[in-house]
């Protein structure tokens, strides 16, 4: 995202209104959504819980902290 895609303050805007950060969360977001639709796929795929690297076994702990994981301790 290049600041010219960063939209700008506009007069009446909302004090503390920060464009900036606006464009941040959304970019979170987004990522959290390509995560969350590649844990889908996985799903699908029948590979969730399993590394992208090495295909080991996903420590089950790691997945409750984190259900969005997709590689082990040794290749994160």
Do not use: K, W
Request: glycine share 8%; charged share 30%; proline share 8%.
């Amino acid at each position: 995202m290049s600041s010219a895609d960063i939209p700008q303050a506009r007069p009446g805007s909302p004090p503390g209104f920060d464009p900036g950060e606006v464009a941040a969360f959304l970019g979170e977001l987004d990522h959290e959504l390509t995560a969350v639709e590649e844990t889908l796929r996985r799903l699908d795929a029948g590979t969730y819980g399993r590394c992208r690297v090495c295909d080991e076994v996903i420590d089950r702990a790691d997945l409750e902290m984190n259900p969005l994981e997709q590689h082990c301790v040794q290749h994160r």
